[in-house]
T-cell receptor, first 116, second 113 residues
Framework: AQTVTQSQPEMSVQEAETVTLSCTYD???????LFWYKQPPSRQMILVIR??????QNATENRFSVNFQKAAKSFSLKISDSQLGDAAMYFC?????????????FGKGTKLTVNP | NAGVTQTPKFQVLKTGQSMTLQCAQD?????MSWYRQDPGMGLRLIHY???????DQGEVPNGYNVSRSTTEDFPLRLLSAAPSQTSVYFC????????????FGQGTRLTVV
């Protein structure tokens, strides 16, 4: 079974600085996708970024980028120029093909605080 | 655009009561799922469906039932509420395939006293 581990329950960053959230996962599959979701205090789950395992190039979305290390099974999220609105819970998630691609497996989350 | 609509947003139940959490999506997604979110536990899959008439159990299915009679709706039934079911519940939907973005409802905060 796939597992996703986020080892940082809480992180903090100064406004305008850069922060990296860690995620590791375990799978025997070679074809899968990884996601970062943001959950602000409103509770709404928002997709931040996704990465296909077969793509070597790291995904980027504006100030958000990932460092995907397939061999190490690591998928970290870098937030540049942090803004107050980035304060939220961040969840790393895995979605594969074996056993059904309908299942998203989530990590336990990292709470990010942005200090003004 | 409605997306995924969950009702109610908040609910308080007494132990032993039953209730149904409603979930509807208007994006014609094949996949629908229910998750529960507990502090320090992330989101855990309760039940899921890959199409009308097809459902299966996730990681934490005990105490919950689902059915999927239409593509749009995927209700979650609590048969006899217990305090351990106090949680925030999310419904999600997506197209098939691991690349697909899952769209989430606003969540239901359920308290069982």
């Amino acid at each position: 079974a796939q597992t996703v581990t986020q080892s940082q329950p809480e992180m903090s960053v100064q406004e305008a600085e850069t922060v990296t959230l860690s995620c590791t996962y375990d799978t025997s599959e070679s074809d899968y996708y990884l996601f970062w979701y943001k959950q602000p205090p409103s509770r709404q789950m928002i997709l931040v970024i996704r990465q296909e395992a077969y793509k070597q190039q790291n995904a980027t979305e504006n100030r958000f980028s990932v460092n995907f290390q397939k061999a190490a099974k690591s998928f970290s999220l870098k937030i540049s120029d942090s803004q107050l609105g980035d304060a939220a819970m961040y969840f790393c998630a895995f979605r594969g093909r074996q056993g059904g691609s309908e299942k998203l497996v989530f990590g336990k989350g990292t709470k990010l605080t942005v200090n003004p | 655009n409605a997306g995924v609509t969950q009702t109610p947003k908040f609910q308080v139940l007494k132990t032993g009561q039953s209730m149904t959490l409603q979930c509807a999506q208007d994006m014609n997604h094949e996949y629908m799922s229910w998750y529960r979110q507990d502090p320090g536990m992330g989101l855990r899959l309760i039940h899921y469906s890959v199409g009308a008439g097809i459902t299966d159990q996730g990681e934490v299915p005990n105490g919950y039932n689902v059915s999927r009679s239409t593509t749009e709706d995927f209700p979650l039934r609590l048969l006899s509420a217990a305090p351990s079911q106090t949680s925030v519940y999310f419904c999600a939907s997506s197209y098939g395939g691991p690349h697909s973005e899952a769209f989430f409802g606003q969540g239901t905060r359920l308290t069982v006293v």
